[in-house]
């Protein structure tokens, strides 16, 4: 089988986020029986719709956080058509978009894929970018960086006169900083998407904001049939072995529920996620001994982290000898994604058939005899 892309950025989401129950509309919920895959029909994602009309496309991003309201509105048309009977032209966005300002990596390495890194000026946390096209542009200055989360540098992005800025939202809305300049803000919440393939199915907005509708509509179509002939593969697996993920952090243990993006993948993938009976799609604290509780005796452990001078054992003894009593820690069967080496932030949700692969490979070697892993592999012990 062939897989498409490899090589992605640290977004660092609250753990105790809200839980992202469904967004508005019922279409929305997660069909895998649907036929109708063509244009902009949204599948998997919750998070945003696009209804296509004679002469414009109507898309809203629905907030995650209170589903009943709306993150944004807008009308999208090429330049030059006329929208004369939209009241607010304040809400028009005309297309293909310049000068866009991304500050996510789920943004812009999505628009790398569809061709149109032309089309960026800007990006955050460039310190932490691993892509080596986005690194060199900045080592150019063809693309600037203009901060962190924590302190943008507001001036800087207003010398860019950006088009568009591209924002990752939380439930204090829009950034501060930002929130006080005329930039035109699109909220992007594609990381509280619950299923692998909802993260992906935002390419399809990307593509009627740049122009480029056909080649992400076909983008997606391949994903999601790599998807889940892969999730069909691990399916037939005759046994499930069990898995658990992630480590404490100031005394508390943040767990995915079952219905989160983690435990979704790691479902498909043909294992048993200890702590699936956990009602919700965001993640909730524990402590080590609730954890120990359900997950010592797991076979797996899979942890994503930044280690950009690698990884081990004893390193992972060393944080915290509690580590060493589980069974998956002295079996070597710790599942590892080092996110300073791979691209799992920067590309990761275009790829979610790809770690769907490396998953499968590790819990059922047999299914993928041949598979070379992207982003996640057995940590040697």
């Known amino acids: 089988m062939k897989y498409l892309l490899s090589n992605t950025l640290q977004i660092i989401i609250c753990a105790a986020l809200a839980a992202f129950a469904g967004c508005g509309n019922p279409s ?3 069909v895998e029986n649907d036929d ?3 244009g902009g029909h949204i599948r998997y994602a919750r998070g945003f719709s696009m209804i296509q009309h004679d002469d414009h496309a109507e898309v809203v991003i629905f907030n995650p956080w209170h589903r009943s309201d709306t993150l944004g509105h807008y009308f999208v048309a090429p330049k030059g058509a006329a929208l004369d009977h939209i ?3 304040r809400l028009v966005i005309r297309t293909p978009l310049e000068r866009i300002i991304a500050l996510s990596a789920t943004q812009w390495g999505p628009l790398i894929t569809l061709g149109e890194v032309g089309r960026i000026v800007g990006v955050s946390e460039g310190r932490f970018i691993n892509d080596t096209l986005v690194r060199r542009l900045l080592n150019e200055g063809k693309l600037t960086d203009v901060g962190g989360e924590e302190r943008y540098d507001v001036e800087k992005m207003l010398r860019l006169e950006p088009g568009v800025v591209f924002y990752s939202p939380n439930p204090a809305g829009v950034p501060a900083q930002l929130g006080y300049t005329r930039m035109n803000l699109i909220p992007w919440p594609d990381y509280l998407e ?6 992906a199915e935002w390419v399809k907005l990307l593509g009627l904001l740049t122009g480029k509708d056909t080649e992400a509509n076909h983008l997606f179509e391949h994903i999601e049939t790599e998807y889940l002939t892969l999730k069909r593969i691990a399916a037939s697996a005759k046994e499930r072995p069990t898995v658990f993920s992630d480590k404490a952090f100031a005394g508390q243990w943040y767990v995915p529920c079952g219905q989160s993006y983690l435990a ?3 479902a498909d993938a043909g294992s048993d996620y200890v702590f699936s009976s956990l009602e919700g799609e965001a993640s909730v604290p524990l402590d080590i001994e609730a954890i120990f509780g359900k ?3 797991a076979q797996y452990w899979r942890i994503a982290q930044a280690a950009p001078e690698g990884y081990s054992y004893p390193q992972i003894l060393a944080e915290n000898e509690f580590y060493g009593t589980f069974d ?3 079996n070597h ?3 590892f994604c080092n996110t300073a080496k791979t691209a799992y932030f920067e590309k990761g949700n275009l790829e979610p058939h790809q770690m769907l692969a490396d998953l499968i490979a590790i819990f059922h070697p047999q299914l993928l005899p041949d598979h070379q892993p992207v982003f996640y592999q057995l940590l040697e012990p």
């Open 28 to 30: 929305h919920s997660n």
């Open 328 to 330: 998956a820690f002295k």
């Open 264 to 266: 979704t993948m790691l």
């Open 36 to 38: 109708s895959t063509q």
């Open 295 to 297: 997950a010592a005796l």
């Open 333 to 335: 069967r710790i599942i």
């Open 87 to 89: 009241s607010d032209q």
């Open 194 to 199: 619950n299923h692998p393939l909802g993260r």
